[in-house]
């Protein structure tokens, strides 16, 4: 019976051993063949085309292989900010957006629209430093392109205590208790900033104008 037992053990050892190889194995592979799409496709040199976006990709890959902004792409989607994940794919993202099967061939619809969204973007980007704030930019976003710490701007502005439901103390270096990484249109109403998203977008490009003209 004992001798039974550590067979049987002994065999299923080995059937989890070979599902731990199969399973990573396929993984890497997949790897793999992901590896050489993006190398056959120019990714890795920055020549591609709408055209090559794949079910599999992530969000943020797509975002950061066509130079979009991943807030810009989430924000033409309308997909609120607590449903935006990194690690988000575009099968799934169809999914949730239940936009179902394209009409212009076998792959998810939302590869449409994000050929459509990276055009349109391309047409009209972003100049680096942001002489224009949009409401898709989030503070996280907005510190990346700057260089202006968000405690700068959430303390300049007086966001935490508009958060808190207080009057504004307009001083500088006061603790976040503010998204980072909400878009600024969602940001604004949350915190009922004083002329809405326009005025928060008008009052961090005054904060970003002043900071540029000190460092000069």
Known sequence: MVIARQKLLKWALVLVGLGLVFYFGSR????????????????????????????????HFVAAAYAVPEEYIYAELEVDSTQRRRDLDVQHLNEDLRLGRSENGPYPAVIDRLRQIILAYQKNPVVTGLSDVRGWMTLEYITNSSGIPTTTIVGELGLDAFARGEAPPRSPGSDSEVSIR???????????????????????EAVIAQHAQEVQ
């Not at 992901?34 to 976006?53: A, R, S």
Request: charged share 25%; with cysteine.
């Open 182 to 204: 909400k878009p600024l249109s969602e940001l604004a109403n949350e915190l009922h900033y004083p002329r809405g998203p326009r005025g928060l977008c008008e009052d961090i």
């Open 28 to 59: 890497t592979l997949e790897s793999y063949r992901q590896l050489q799409y993006v190398h056959d496709q120019g990714f890795d040199t920055g020549d591609m085309d709408v055209n090559d976006i794949r079910p599999w990709m992530t969000v």
